[in-house]
């Protein structure tokens, strides 16, 4: 009988270790979601440079010195193109013109894939 209830008592104690070791893994996991999240929230606020490019054009300089008001500098783009979007000088999307509350924007038609975002870091 004793030796039964010395079993039953290793075996408590077994089940209250393997229980606080889940528990210090949950924290644990927990914790590093958590250091995971402030590493993120560290970077939300540095600013990008988004640009539109609308299309494109080689002049002369002799061209650009004629250059005045209501000179009109055709561009390489056909009218129907999407127009393409960068961030910080990376090609990230393409898209239309909209006018929003008397504002331009552009709606994203074309999101570049993140494997090809990752083979522009490169170049």
Known sequence: ???EKMEETRERELKSLKE???N?????????RGKEISNLDFILDIPLEVTV??????ILISDLLQLGQGS???????ASEPLEIYVNQKLIARGEVVVVNEKIGIRM???ISPAERVKQLGS
């Not at 210090?24 to 590093?32: L, R, V």
């Open 53 to 58: 490019e609308l299309g494109r054009a080689k």
């Open 1 to 3: 009988m004793e030796s």
């Open 72 to 78: 009109v500098i055709e561009l390489t783009k056909i």
């Open 20 to 22: 606080e070791k889940q």
């Open 24 to 32: 210090s893994m949950k924290e644990g996991e927990a914790f590093a």
């Open 109 to 111: 038609t074309d999101i």
